[in-house]
């Protein structure tokens, strides 16, 4: 199984086993990291599920959709160049060990 | 969700601000031509984008608008006489002309000199159908009349209303680009009102409650397919325009007139909802005009000061039995009632940071996002969309497509308004 690891904003690391095509959202909501909400369920419509792609992982992970570009924008937290809504990465056997910084604040 | 600072940037429209500064790049509905019926007949006050204004249509016919105190000592212009080619303040007989040019000061001496001197504030306001648009921007940046089709069909084929709503007006826009809230808000009107019943679409409307939507970019802002289930094989697609900044419109039903809305900020905390009817390719009907004066369709019924007669102060007239038989889903009799007692009860600028979006207000979240970088970038001097006549002259349209074909494929050249041609309709 891939490893997902969640950085929160207070440094503290989270490692979770996910399932290949699960969402970094909800591996991260079925494992209870803290900072990520998922509120409209991985419908690609709240960015409450902000992370922040380490950039060693960033070029497998690849860019933001057009719907997530315009909720990055405004969403409560900064983008930064290599934010994503968890929801919209799926995780594969390649993406092992990808590693994401989650915002201070979704909501 | 917005953020608080964003949610500031789309709600504030006063001067200077950069969502007042992009609404000053269009023309904008400030009055109904009904409130200046004749020549000399009595100045109106008009409040728009937190300006107040005094409007009036002089001796020649010409209409005036412009700031609403004398330049004296800033008694209101509402007092004033409006006689001889110029509206005259009623406090010393200071007059201005309909450029807002003072062309008599008969308290002072010096006459001649000094009124040269002394201009008021003026906008160029022009009537186009039934209603009169003004342009509150730099000269400089003027854009074309606007060729929305509403207003460029024949006499006769057009009404339009207004309504004062009390919220700002980014939330009433909101509702006029949610198409999903129309099965359960308005269900028991798809059957009941005289300008929306009897069509087919009506009955796909109601047989599926979970529309999915598309949001397409074009030209002048967004086009919002709203796709239910219609036959087997087909899905009934409703497609909304929404053209920068403010102006919306309804997909149609059957042969009814097609009806649409611009939400005008008059302040931060209320706006007028004008909302237009208009048919292509007929002359609206005297039952149908009857309708609308009656407030059914997307009109309301009004007091002199175009304030709805059910409002927050009655609670909108509830009618909780109507509500409990499934006459109103809400209880609210009439469509446009319907939406403003929700859009009112959100309070006059909705804390959006509390909100929670779904998949079904992705038109509102393409829309905030537009309406955010159109206002940003003008701030660097990029001129915005939507106040082309090409942006405008667009239609809503309602059709059945075959399932497995995109709706702007499907629907094609039917959303671009030309004379005469008739509407694309379910």
């Known amino acids: 199984m891939p490893k997902v690891v969640y950085v929160g904003s207070d440094g503290d690391e989270r490692v979770v086993d996910a399932a290949v095509g699960e969402s970094v959202m909800s591996a991260a909501l079925r494992n209870g990291v803290p900072g990520i909400i998922g509120e409209c369920g991985g419908n690609n419509s709240c960015a409450t599920c902000h992370v922040i792609v380490r950039e060693e992982f960033s070029a497998a992970v690849g860019g933001p959709n057009d719907m997530e570009d315009d909720l990055l924008d405004l969403g409560v937290t900064d983008r930064q160049d290599c934010s994503r809504l968890g929801c919209q990465i799926a995780i594969t056997e390649e993406l092992d060990g990808l590693t994401v910084d989650v915002p201070a604040h979704q909501n | ?426």
């Open chain 2, 1 to 426: 969700m917005l953020r608080t600072e964003i949610n500031e940037l789309l709600t504030q429209t006063g001067p200077g601000t950069p969502m007042g500064e992009l609404f000053r790049r269009y023309w904008q509905p400030v009055l109904l031509a009904e409130e200046l019926p004749e020549n000399d007949c009595p100045p109106v006050r008009v409040k728009v984008l937190s300006e107040r204004l005094i409007a009036f249509r002089d001796s020649s016919g010409r209409y005036g608008l412009m700031d609403e105190f004398c330049a004296h000592r800033g008694a209101s212009l509402w007092f004033g006489r409006n006689e001889e080619n110029g509206l005259r303040c009623p406090y010393h007989g200071w007059k201005y002309d309909v450029t807002g040019q003072a062309v008599d000061v008969p308290s002072e001496a010096d006459n001649g000199n000094f009124c040269a001197s002394v201009k008021l504030k003026s906008y160029p306001m022009v009537k186009l159908g039934d209603v009169l648009f003004a342009y509150l921007g730099d000269p400089a940046k003027q854009p074309p009349l606007p060729e929305w089709e509403a207003y460029t069909v024949p006499e006769g084929q057009v009404f339009t209303s207004k309504r004062l709503q009390e919220c700002n007006w980014l939330q009433a826009l909101e509702g006029g680009i949610d198409s999903s809230h129309v099965t359960f808000l308005h269900g028991g009107n798809l059957e009941s009102d005289p300008l929306f019943k009897g069509s087919k679409g009506n009955e796909y409307n109601k047989g599926d409650l979970k529309p999915f939507f598309e949001v397409v970019d074009y030209e002048g802002g967004l086009l919002i397919g709203a796709r239910r289930n219609a036959e087997e094989d087909t899905y009934y697609w409703r497609v909304t325009p929404w053209v920068l900044p403010n102006f919306t419109m309804v997909p149609p039903r059957g042969d009814h007139p097609v009806h649409g809305h611009f939400w005008v900020p008059i302040d931060d905390e209320n706006c007028w909802a004008y909302s237009f009817d208009y048919h292509p390719t007929r002359k609206l009907t005297d039952v149908e005009v009857a309708a609308m004066r009656a407030g059914k369709g997307v009109h309301s019924a009004n007091d002199a000061a175009y304030r709805p007669l059910a409002n927050k102060d009655n609670d909108y007239l509830m009618d909780r039995e109507a509500q409990r038989r499934g006459e109103t889903y809400s209880g609210i009799e009439g469509i446009a009632l319907q939406d403003s007692s929700l859009q009112e009860s959100m309070g006059p600028i909705v804390d959006r940071t509390k909100e929670r979006l779904v998949a079904t207000d992705a038109g509102i979240i393409k829309a905030r996002q537009k309406l955010r970088k159109a206002a940003l970038a003008l701030q660097e001097g990029v001129e915005p969309v939507g106040n082309r006549p090409q942006d405008q002259k667009v239609r809503s349209v309602a059709k059945v497509l075959p399932r497995e074909q995109a709706f702007v494929d499907g629907i094609g050249e039917a959303m671009r308004a030309e004379p005469g041609k008739p509407h694309t309709t379910v």
